[in-house]
Nanobody, 120 residues
Framework: VQLQACGGGLGQAGGSLRLSCAAS?????MGWFRQAPGKEREFVAA????????RYADSVRGRFTISGDNVKNTEYLQMNSLKPEDTAVYYC?????????????????WGQGTLVTVSS
């Protein structure tokens, strides 16, 4: 399975950006991680196709929304109320298991990463 993410770019504090990620094959759950300069990669959000369960990192809850289309194997990350600290390379992930991808080890596949830069 290959993951193709797009939608990154430059946003302004308080603004919005939307990321999408399409999987070339069937998946059972997908998610997003991010890595800011000089920091470790961290979990952002996850979704399972079975039941539509979602999970968010505390730092983005209430601002970011993960959604998807399990028929198209595509996920989206709507990022609102952006903050400069949201600046990072965002990676989409996917798993062939039904559990939420909330840790790096749970991900079976990784996208190439898309840069999000938020200016103050």
């Amino acid at each position: 399975v290959q993951l193709q993410a797009c939608g990154g770019g430059l946003g302004q504090a308080g603004g919005s950006l939307r990321l999408s990620c399409a999987a070339s094959g069937r998946t059972f759950s997908m998610g997003w991680f991010r890595q800011a300069p000089g920091k470790e990669r961290e979990f952002v959000a996850a979704i399972t196709w079975s039941g539509g369960s979602t999970r968010y990192a505390d730092s983005v809850r209430g601002r970011f929304t993960i959604s998807g289309d399990n028929v198209k194997n595509t996920e989206y990350l709507q990022m609102n109320s952006l903050k400069p600290e949201d600046t990072a390379v965002y990676y989409c992930t996917a798993s062939v298991h039904t559990s939420l991808v909330i840790t790096s080890r749970a991900a079976d596949y990784w996208g190439q990463g898309t840069l999000v830069t938020v200016s103050s």
